[in-house]
Every structure is written in structure tokens, then in C-alpha cells.
């Protein structure tokens, strides 16, 4: 993998290596460029929105290795990942950040299916006859 920066994200199912070099501002997910990879350029603006914020935009480039999940988690995993790369790049970026909200898990995960249930709360139909 590339040297340089160093952050692990997670979200969900998903958990992303990010690797932050000096560069040009490309952004690679498993080996592609990442509008190619996240298929929807809502998820590709979120994994640039620590960069856009932190004015790094076009200064480094990112490398990210995903594992698990779908393409929405891993896409908040690279960017929770970014966000902690960043931080070793720069300490005083901390506050920028965090009034981001960047360097905050985020729990949300899907609720575990329960026994006697169809799903985590639904229940079987009812029929009264």
C-alpha cells in the first residue's frame, strides 16, 4: 500500500483502510477511481466532504481498501477513515473536524432478528380466523 497517513473507518458492516499521500487530489476505492466505485455522486461528494472542508482538496491523494458491507457503508467508512488520516497529517485540523462531525462513528446498524419474529420487530400476520 501507498506510505504515508494512515486512518481506519467504519460504518455499518464496512471497515476501510485509508492511506493519505501528497498528490493531485485522486481518490482510489479498491483500485478505481471512487466516482467509479460508488456508482452515485451523492456517496462520492461524502468521501470528498473531509477534504472540501479541510481546503486539502486537490493536495493529497487517497487510497482506501474496503471490506464488508454495501457500497453506502463503505463509502462512510472511507470517509470516517479519511478524517482519522488527516488528523495524523495534521493535528490542527482537529476542530474542523469535528464540528464536521467527521470523526464520530456513527452506530447505526441493523437490529438483530429476533426469535418469534419475522424480522428485528415485525411480527408473524395475525389471523383471527
Known amino acids: 500500500?501507498?506510505?504515508?497517513?494512515?486512518?481506519?473507518?467504519?460504518?455499518?458492516?464496512?471497515?476501510a483502510k485509508v492511506w493519505l499521500t501528497p498528490?493531485?487530489?485522486?481518490?482510489?476505492?479498491?483500485?478505481?477511481?471512487?466516482?467509479?466505485?460508488?456508482h452515485r455522486e451523492a456517496l462520492a461528494v461524502l468521501v470528498r466532504e473531509p477534504l472540501e472542508t479541510t481546503d486539502l482538496a486537490g493536495r493529497?491523494?487517497?487510497?482506501?481498501?474496503?471490506?464488508?458491507g454495501g457500497i453506502s457503508g463503505q463509502a462512510g467508512a472511507v470517509r470516517h477513515g479519511l478524517s482519522r488520516a488527516l488528523?495524523?497529517?495534521d493535528a490542527n485540523l482537529r476542530p474542523l473536524l469535528r464540528r464536521?462531525?467527521?470523526l464520530t462513528r456513527d452506530p447505526r446498524a441493523k437490529e438483530s432478528?429476533?426469535?418469534?419474529?419475522?424480522?428485528?420487530?415485525?411480527?408473524?400476520?395475525?389471523s383471527k380466523r
Not at 500500500?1 to 471497515?15: D, L, Q, S
Open 87 to 89: 488528523l495524523q497529517w
Open 113 to 126: 432478528k429476533k426469535y418469534g419474529r419475522k424480522r428485528a420487530r415485525r411480527g408473524f400476520q395475525f
Open 100 to 102: 464536521g462531525s467527521f
Open 23 to 38: 498528490g493531485t487530489g485522486q481518490i482510489s476505492i479498491n483500485g478505481k477511481p471512487a466516482e467509479e466505485y460508488l
Open 60 to 68: 493529497v491523494d487517497v487510497v482506501a481498501q474496503c471490506r464488508g
Open 1 to 15: 500500500m501507498a506510505e504515508g497517513f494512515y486512518g481506519t473507518g467504519r460504518r455499518k458492516n464496512a471497515v
